[in-house]
């Protein structure tokens, strides 16, 4: 805002928060606002700092050019760069009648060091900025700005993504991915942020999906947990991501799996180391894929190869990665294994998506994924099969299961997957895991 800018303002404050409402012309709005894409440190997390830009502005355009009854609530924005200097401007008059109505009134003076982005009000600021170049008359005219200040450290930059997100959240529902992040209280999501920045694999460029794109219009098109067949570098997204690492969190501390209260930088620190080794694990494990990636041109070669895609690497998927650690989460939470011996169990496995288990998610006739809920937890339940079943009949009824989804036998044998059942410590399979033993399997499964 040139060199020095003076805006009339009231100071406030409410919880932990000083902030300032005062009145910007359009005019200024328009030159000096713009949207933050500051704050993540990621490339790619950065332009998720604000929700993309929907078809929703065109019709707030066209409502400020045409509506003589035209109004806007106020925008909250920060001012990046510190906090601008207030002066306190006293009111007397002879009568007294405006005692004590200055309280708080005064003056914001900016030296140009500041710049300015929108933390709530994004469709209307671009609104504002289209509609003035389409009516200049509209330079003069006023909206509301709610101004708190934000700082360029680590500490400034949690306390304006939370207050983003606690705006949002309260407000306009904020998508799953925005949520994560942003949120500075969600300790999984703040988890998954360092993972995509620190984890010496993951931090790679690429390696975690995060946006798909940016359209003409500045929407942003953020990646769900699905993975473009031919994307060159992606091995999973940071939906996908965050979901796994809840899986992982099982036995991890409660404030760590607390999405409302952040925890402490200690917890924090302890968390991120062991759920760091348990994706290194699984990158081992699980057919080796991080080599694999490694030693590859290409992550669609791993993925799905070329008139081959059947040969294809089932933890490039999604589906699988989010399936597999949960059956994983579920078999030591029962204390059927412990971590090492499901990893033991994981690098057995047929790293095809023609083999099983995947076949419960895959069709060799469409050569396509087939999701959905019953195909995921038909995959979770043969997964537990191969790594540690309750009992033999759970695996009879994932392969009764699977037989019903899919209109085939499953193709491994009840009797190679009742090896995986927990011995007692005699070494024989204890009667609890025993339950249904000598009940018929319905449908010729077995």
Partial sequence: MGNKTLIPAFKAKVGDWNYYICHMSYGQVAREVNFAHELAGNKELNQLIQRGLSDRTKDITE????????????????????????????????DSLTEGLDKGFGVLTFDGNQQYFALDGQ??????????????????????????????????????????????????????????????????????????????????????????????????????????????????????????LRSLAFDQPREIRDEKARPSNDLLDTSYDVLATRIDDLLSSCGVVKDRL?????????????DNEGAGHPFMRPIVQEALTKAVAQCIQQELIDWSGAMKQLAKLDWKLTSAPWTAIWSSEGSKILSGTDFSKVLIDLLICNIAPPSKQFVKEARRNYKNLRERDYPQSAESLYEHIPSAPDGSIADAVNTGDHSDEQGGTS
């Fill in 63 to 94: 409502y400020l050019i045409n509506s003589p009854h035209r109004f806007l609530g106020a925008l909250i924005v920060a001012a990046w760069g510190g906090e601008p200097h207030y002066t306190p401007v006293e009111i007397t008059d002879s």
């Fill in 123 to 244: 469709h209307r600021l671009k609104a504002i900025k289209e509609a003035v170049m389409k009516n200049q008359d509209l330079l003069t005219e006023d909206i509301c700005v709610i101004m708190v200040s934000h700082f360029d450290t680590e500490e400034g930059r949690q306390r304006t993504r939370r207050l983003f997100t606690n705006i949002n959240r309260n407000a306009k529902v904020t998508s799953g991915a925005e949520n994560i992040v942003l949120d500075e209280d969600d300790g999984i999501a703040i988890l998954t942020r360092r993972l995509i920045q620190e984890h010496e694999f993951l931090r790679q460029e690429g390696r975690v999906r995060v946006i798909l794109g940016q359209d003409n219009e500045g929407k942003l098109k953020i990646a769900g947990k699905s993975i473009p067949k031919a994307d060159k570098s992606a091995i999973t997204s940071i939906m996908t991501l965050y979901n796994i």
């Fill in 294 to 306: 490694m030693k590859s041109d290409s992550a669609r070669d791993i993925r799905a190869p070329k």
